[in-house]
């Protein structure tokens, strides 16, 4: 359990980071380590605000969420952390991710999944209507991925050259495992039928472009 006696400056460099995001270990290993000692205190902060921290020290990600309601009489609290509303197809491509991420797990290779922008439209593609405009559909993908590096879902990795010839020039993403606490393994085991679902409404003739 952290010390009483810890700085209060040290609490305050996790809970505004805290605030606006994830925070990974691999971005900062510092802050984390920081974050693993202080965690009993940064949870008892937080709670004032109605808040409640979700560390998971084996996939390397810590967030804020709200708590539950725990007195119907009591006024509710204002919400800190905003809820995002997403389009049908950044679900989509959300979903197909977070599907990836778990057969990439279970093959039990490297812990980074790394896609090129073509393997991630190619997730897409099959779900799309028979002849539809590929440079239209790399132009979606990219709106989409800029969505969901946006949410922190996804980072764009810095081009670099590759020994297997592919282009520098090709950008390259890292799927975030923080996507596995987002898509929890119930809904996983329901995929199948809700790409059904994604795949017979994408195909609507009047279904209007993301």
């Known amino acids: 359990m952290a010390s009483a006696s810890a700085p209060q400056h040290d609490l305050t460099s ?4 805290l605030l606006k995001g994830v925070l990974y270990r691999d971005d900062d290993p510092a802050l984390w380590t920081t974050l693993l000692k202080l965690q009993s205190r940064v949870r008892d902060y ?6 409640a921290l979700t560390l998971d020290e084996a996939e390397g990600y810590a967030y804020l969420k709200s708590q539950a309601a725990q007195d119907d009489d009591a006024p509710p609290l204002p919400r800190l952390v905003a809820r995002r509303p997403l389009t049908f197809a950044v679900s989509l491509l959300l979903a197909l991710l977070r599907k990836k991420l778990a057969e990439f797990d279970a093959s039990g290779g490297d ?8 393997a991630i439209a190619g ?23 800029n969505k ?10 810095k081009p670099q050259g590759n020994p297997s010839g592919r ?3 090709e950008p390259m993403y890292e799927v975030r495992r923080i996507l596995k606490a987002f898509v929890d393994a119930q809904w996983l085991a329901e995929f199948d039928a809700r790409l059904a679902a994604y795949q017979a409404q994408l195909a609507a003739p009047d279904k209007a472009d993301e």
């Open 14 to 17: 996790l809970i505004v980071p």
């Open 46 to 51: 937080v709670a004032v605000l109605g808040l």
């Open 111 to 118: 812990t980074r999944l790394i896609l090129s922008r073509e």
């Open 123 to 145: 997730l897409v593609r099959v779900f799309m209507p028979v002849g539809s405009n590929e440079a239209k559909l790399i132009d979606q993908v990219e709106t989409h991925l």
């Open 148 to 157: 969901i590096i946006e949410l922190g879902f996804v980072r764009r990795l």
């Open 167 to 169: 282009s520098a020039q």
